[in-house]
Nanobody, 122 residues
Framework: QLQLVESGGGLVQTGGSLRLSCAAS????????IAWFRQAPGKEREGVSC???????NYVDSVKGRFTIFRDSAKNTVYLQMNSLKPDDTGVYYC????????????????WGQGTQVTVSS
């Protein structure tokens, strides 16, 4: 079963930074794109960033220049480095393996995990 585990969330002040981790066991995260999503209270889940198997990255406009997605193949982990955080970045962050590196719908592999909570205070 393709299960990913998210971690690294927390409470930070506006302008702070966090690094989220998306880890897998039993299969490689290199073979398919990995996307980060977030869901704020009362809002629909939205795609934040994606990294393809070849390392091509994609970001939603609201995080461009502030967030960086990258993978560490040796650790079989994909990270989301989040800098200059804003209150609007608050939400539960999830990672998923997908068939294509898009921030919308499409084919997903596995299932939604528990996510990791990010709270940015003003």
């Amino acid at each position: 079963q393709l299960q990913l585990v998210e971690s690294g969330g927390g409470l930070v002040q506006t302008g702070g930074s966090l690094r989220l981790s998306c880890a897998a066991s039993g299969f490689s995260l290199d073979r398919n794109p990995i996307a980060w999503f977030r869901q704020a209270p009362g809002k629909e889940r939205e795609g934040v960033s994606c990294i393809s198997s070849s390392g091509i990255t994609n970001y939603v406009d609201s995080v461009k220049g502030r967030f960086t997605i990258f993978r560490d193949s040796a650790k079989n982990t994909v990270y989301l480095q989040m800098n200059s955080l804003k209150p609007d970045d608050t939400g539960v962050y999830y990672c998923r393996q997908k068939a294509s590196c898009s921030l919308g719908g499409g084919v997903f592999y596995g299932s939604w995990g528990q996510g990791t909570q990010v709270t940015v205070s003003s």
